[in-house]
């Protein structure tokens, strides 16, 4: 009949209508960007470097240091099993390695090697754009902190 | 159509079959003269008569068939609604309209409202699967701000720390 082609018609635009204003798909992620910034803290001063600021403020509540520099900020693109190396310091060094996704999430292991020796390991499950702190390691007259961030990369 | 039209077309049929009265079969036959679409309209009601009357005749006494009768009927005759009143039946079903609205609503919520009123979606945020550490002392916590996670690696016991 007719009547039921001019049904099918409309539920055909209202389908049509639906998938244009549906939300946008995740897209498919192949590698992921990792940002590595090396932060000293300090108690012995007060300075704090501009770019930290914010992290400052959000440290304040669970950190007692005064002082906070930026020694080093890298950025490293790793596809999935791929590994990556930033030197801390003398005889340390930060290892990642991107292990590959998980539903919305990159697993990545972090490991800390003075030496030769792994004094420290962690698997991360980050999302697009997250990051996560690992702070501790003596470092001079301070600790190094490390803020870890990671974005998808298509 | 004019007013002689509302008044003399429902007896069009009637006209048709002979069954009016001499002075009313007049006034039909006059106006017919005059007016264009009753006489199309009269021209359909022939061209319908005929398609029953030859699918009556085909059929034996005990079974008659119609199928497909009316909508050829419908295609020879174009006598069923125009599309704007098909459109405007159709669109007044709540049939229709019921899915439609609470899709309509469904996704207006999803891409308009809720970011007006910024809903407390949960935020995903970073998470630590594992933690190892030589000195064997780990502390793992979020930072009250954002919940970003923050592991703080602890001196040996005994060794004293910074933090």
Redesign the interface.
Known sequence: ???NS??RL?CIL?CLG?FL???PLAAAFSDILVNVEVIKAT?NSTEIDPQLQDLV???A?????SGFSLLKKIEIRLVQKGKGDVILSSGRVLELEFLGFED??A?LLVRIVEKG???????????DK?????????HHD??LLLRIG?GFVP | MEKTCESLGPRLSAYLDGELAEEERRKVKKHLETCQACRELVHELEETGTILKSALSSASESEVDLTGVW?EI?ERTHF?PSLWQ??K???GKPV?WL??TV?TAA?AL??FILPILKVQVPI????????????GR?MV?Q????G????????EAGKG???
């Open positions: 009949m007719k009547s001019g049904k409309i209202w639906l204003l549906r939300p108690r403020k959000e440290l509540p669970v950190l007692n240091y919305k999430q697993r020796e792994q004094t420290f390991r962690t698997t991360l499950l980050m999302v997250g990051s996560v702190l690992i702070g501790g390691p003596p301070g600790v990671a | 909508e419908e069923g098909r459109m039946k159709l669109v229709v899915p439609a899709a996704v999803l891409l995903e945020l970073s998470r630590v699967e594992s933690v190892y550490s030589r000195t780990v916590l930072t009250p701000e954002s970003r996670p923050l592991i703080w690696i602890l001196p720390g910074s933090s």
